[in-house]
């Protein structure tokens, strides 16, 4: 049993940055993969980026490749997402997702616990 609770989100003009933080309770944090995952309105959820339990290991969805960043601190129990030159596109809800074991894969029916999301608006 996970809880996850994502902040950071906001408005910010095309270009700007932002950085979400996800914090899970419990003790299992340092062994499972974590993702982010975001949904506009009319869309299927989107992988954005995942991160194995040791944070050696990333996959970024080519569309922010070179532009996000993810990191996590174990010992906060904590994951990010620094997000960069952003774009309107990016406009979505941003869902912190937890697997209970394997890597941090694209599909999102791989992941057991999910945040409540946080909304990432971007201007032009």
Do not use: H
């Not at 609770?5 to 419990?26: H, I, K, P, Y």
């Not at 009319?42 to 944070?55: D, H």
């Not at 620094?82 to 941003?94: C, I, R």
């Amino acid at each position: 049993q996970v809880q996850l609770v994502e902040s950071g989100g906001g408005l910010v003009q095309a270009g700007g940055s932002l950085r979400l933080s996800c914090v899970a309770s419990g003790r299992t944090f340092s062994r499972r993969a974590m993702g982010w995952f975001r949904q506009a309105p009319g869309k299927e959820r989107e992988f954005v980026v995942a991160i194995s339990s040791n944070g050696g290991i990333t996959n970024y969805a080519d569309s922010v490749k070179g532009r996000f960043t993810i990191s996590r601190d174990n010992a906060k129990n904590t994951v990010y997402l620094q997000m960069g030159s952003l774009k309107p596109e990016d406009t979505a809800v941003y869902y912190c997702a937890a697997r209970t074991t394997g890597y941090g894969t694209r599909w999102y029916g791989d992941y057991d616990y999910w945040g409540q999301g946080t909304q990432v608006t971007v201007s032009s």
